[in-house]
């Protein structure tokens, strides 16, 4: 959504989403793309048009266009202990709200991980609660807790 939103010519990239989770219930949920009237209202008429069928489901939940989750692979992976084997690096990281569960050990580490898998002047969206300590040399702050691989 976000990147139909901001890219003019967005059906002209080749865009590929990556999108992970520890728990396979919240996978299943996030794959049915059905997204509650109260997580949607609050976005704009032009986003919601171009995002979600005109059609709600019989839940009377927003159902994502096909051709926007078709651009995501879905999988099951621990963000703390699986091992990072990416072939190519990222142009952009979002992990909102996660960190939060983690000490500060493991942030760390996670934070230095995801440095590593950006290409240089990427950036890294993190939720409006995680502000960055560490890290400061290879990520900028470019707003409220986006930060950009330097
Ligand atoms: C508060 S939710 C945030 C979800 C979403 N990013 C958002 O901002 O709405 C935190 C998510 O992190 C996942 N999570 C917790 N520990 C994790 C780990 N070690 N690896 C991957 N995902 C994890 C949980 O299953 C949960 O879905």
């Known amino acids: 959504m976000f990147l139909q939103h901001h890219l003019s010519d967005f059906e002209k990239w080749d865009i590929k989403i990556l999108a992970t989770d520890i728990s396979a219930k919240v996978l299943t949920h996030a794959m049915r793309g059905a997204y509650d009237p109260k997580t949607v209202e609050g976005l704009s008429k032009e986003i919601i048009g171009d995002a979600f069928e005109t059609k709600k489901t019989e839940e009377g939940r927003y159902q994502i266009h096909t051709s926007l989750r078709d651009k995501v692979l879905f999988r099951k992976y621990n963000l703390v202990t ?69």
């Open 82 to 150: 699986d091992p990072f084997f990416f072939k190519n690096r990222f142009d952009m990281i979002f992990c909102r709200n996660v960190m939060i569960y983690f000490d500060d050990v493991t942030r760390h580490n996670l934070i230095g991980r995801f440095t590593t898998l950006l290409q240089k002047g990427s950036p890294l969206f993190l939720g409006s609660s995680e502000s960055l300590t560490t890290h400061r040399e290879s990520l900028k702050l470019l707003g409220s807790s986006i930060y950009q691989r330097l």
